[in-house]
């Protein structure tokens, strides 16, 4: 089985390898050529480049190329008589073949989709004008999923009859039990699958129905809340993705997508104009799930509950994090809330969440210590191994010292120790703290900051500024070390007492620390305070540089990316003290 070479090559001229390419890498236009990441392998910097007028792209990091077929190839993992067909099918071109048509495994997927095609169009019209389907009507009123929602998401009613739609669709029998529509009963009858339900078409990527999410009515009998369709030949769950054919374009644009739970918070998202959001099927979000997306985004938001799963998540996703370089975090939501329902009571507080997220790690860590107790040293030792537990899972170790002086910072233990434990990671740390008195949970890390100011100054001079210090005695203490250049004489002299008795102590404090990585954690901490008081910020250009300001916090912990990321960081600070002030 072939195409007609003559039919390929008028598909060539008329596809844009331009457009087609677009639909899967932000590209921008770098004088005659296009530019952006790879979608092939896992890069920083754009080596992607693609030649409109030439139809060619090759990649200068990987070496990866070829024509507009090779691209869709290799971006959908098809063979070329797939990739021209998936073309063809774009721009509506009819494609002649030169032996015996299509082969039988492509022609039945055809068959399955087309009848997936005429069951979507059937219950969707049967949502829209049946009289049987007022109460679905009523109940996504109630839920603002009716008019031009119900009609953008193509959502449908599936009668409560036994039969109908298997009577009155015209697909042929086989195809309706092939696509999970229907089943053969205990009576040898076609049987509908879908009664008394809501239903939510699912569609591949590419925009070809392959499934159905269905949801009862309220003050319905049925025991199953929501039913889905089975695993066909046409659809697996661990690989399909709802709203995905909705969002890729936004998903490439932003270089980042969220994943809910369920339907509804996708439809939510994009109510509230935030249309890069998709669901997982009725399953946990997969290896291959994170294949697919990272076609299309480094960034993965979740917006759902991540800590339910637990320990056994974490591990699988700091490992999907560094095998295909993409960056995980979670969304905070008002308690009880869900997507769908904050897109209608306060769609602004949906973006913040988004905007606001934390890197997986952090949002672990936040669960295990805010509001927890430190008043007694038996308590911080209790919190600290709880926390640093948390840490332990990740793989890094650089990402495990940072976030041991996250730790070190609010419990108040010394850093150093703290950051030893990150070192020989174990699942259940033993820190073993005498009940004496240690230092407040500002000022371990801002007073390890200005020892290491007066003790090794070329090592951390060049990171700190005084917005870093959230104290007002530490900021005193470091303004006058800075106007000293790191003379401890001249600074006492400069400073007053209070600061000065920090200066003496700072002065003879051992310590084994690195000056990097506690300027690094002073980087953050200020951060994320300055970004703790600006959720309900609305002006665009200022919610755009906070969003830039969290994906630096992420390259913060990266090993290679941490310095341009403090760099950015620190003007970032800078530019929010002098509209606003120092915190």
């Known amino acids: 089985m072939a195409i007609v070479d003559e039919d390929i090559e008028r598909l060539r001229s008329t596809v844009s390898i331009v457009d087609i390419v677009q639909a899967y890498v932000a590209l921008r236009k770098v004088g005659r050529n296009w530019s952006g990441l790879c979608p092939f392998h896992a890069e920083k910097s754009a080596s992607f480049t693609v030649r409109e007028e030439m139809g060619r792209y090759h990649c200068f990091g990987c070496g990866a190329s070829g024509d507009v077929f090779k691209f869709v190839q290799e971006i959908e993992h098809t063979d070329f008589v797939g990739a021209v067909e998936q073309l063809a099918t774009k721009v509506g071109m009819q494609l002649q073949y030169t032996t015996g048509g299509e082969s039988k495994e492509r022609l039945r997927r055809k068959k399955l989709i087309e009848a997936m095609e ?26 603002s999923l009716s008019g031009d929602i119900a009609r953008t998401f193509r959502l449908g009613w599936a009668p409560d009859d036994w039969d109908v739609m298997s009577n009155n669709i015209g697909v042929a029998g086989d195809l309706l039990s092939d696509t999970g529509l229907a089943f053969t009963n205990k009576r040898g009858r076609l049987q509908d699958s879908f009664r008394g339900r809501v239903l939510f078409p699912i569609f591949a990527d590419n925009g070809d129905p392959v499934a159905f999410g269905g949801r009862i009515l309220p003050g319905s009998e049925d025991p199953a809340k929501y039913k889905n ?8 769950k661990s690989r399909t993705l709802y709203g995905l054919n909705w969002a890729k374009a936004d998903i490439v644009a932003h270089d980042q997508v969220i994943v809910c739970e369920g339907y509804t918070d996708v439809i939510g998202f994009h109510r509230a104009g935030v249309k890069r959001a ?3 099927c009725g399953t946990a979000l997969t290896e291959q799930h994170v294949q697919i997306l990272k076609r299309f985004a480094s960034r993965v938001v979740l917006a759902f509950d991540a800590d339910k799963a637990g320990q056994g998540a974490a591990e699988r996703f700091y490992e999907w994090e560094q095998k295909y370089q993409v960056q995980v975090a979670v969304a905070r939501f008002p ?16 973006v913040a969440a988004v905007n606001s997220a934390l890197p997986f790690l952090g949002f672990r860590l936040q669960r295990v210590m805010v509001g927890k107790s430190v008043q007694s040293p038996e308590a911080k030792a209790r919190l600290a191994e709880q926390a640093m537990a948390v840490v332990n899972e990740h793989p890094d170790l650089n990402v495990r010292k940072l976030y041991a002086g996250q730790v070190a910072s609010h419990t108040g233990l010394p850093v150093i120790d703290l950051v030893r434990v990150a070192e020989q990671p174990k699942r259940k740390p033993t820190l073993n703290v005498a009940p004496a008195r240690t230092v407040g949970a500002a000022e371990n890390g801002e007073f390890v900051a200005v020892s290491l100011l007066l003790q090794h100054w070329d090592g951390i001079a060049g990171w700190l500024t005084e917005e870093l210090f959230a104290t007002d005695v530490h900021r005193r203490a470091f303004a006058a070390v800075a106007a000293s250049e790191g003379g401890l004489d001249a600074a006492l002299e400069l400073a007053d007492p209070e600061a000065r008795e920090i200066l003496e102590r700072a002065a003879v404090a051992d310590l084994d620390a690195d000056p990097e990585i506690e300027a690094f954690n002073l980087i953050a901490a200020a951060v994320r305070r300055r970004l703790g008081t600006r959720l309900r910020i609305t002006d665009h250009d200022e919610i755009r540089a906070d969003s830039e300001a969290r994906k630096q916090l992420d390259s913060l912990s990266v090993r290679g990316l941490q310095h341009d990321a403090a760099v950015a960081l620190l ?3 800078e530019l929010r003290t002098e509209e606003h002030g120092t915190l």
């Open 571 to 573: 003007r970032w600070l």
């Open 229 to 236: 369709s089975p695993e066909t030949a046409i659809y697996a």
């Open 118 to 143: 005429q069951a979507v169009e059937w219950y969707h019209q049967r949502l829209l004008t049946s009289p049987d389907a007022r109460e679905a009507r009523e109940y996504l009123r109630r839920r």
């Open 278 to 280: 998709v669901a997982t």
């Open 335 to 350: 308690d009880g809330q869900d997507p769908g329902d904050l897109s209608l009571s306060d769609p602004e507080a949906l």
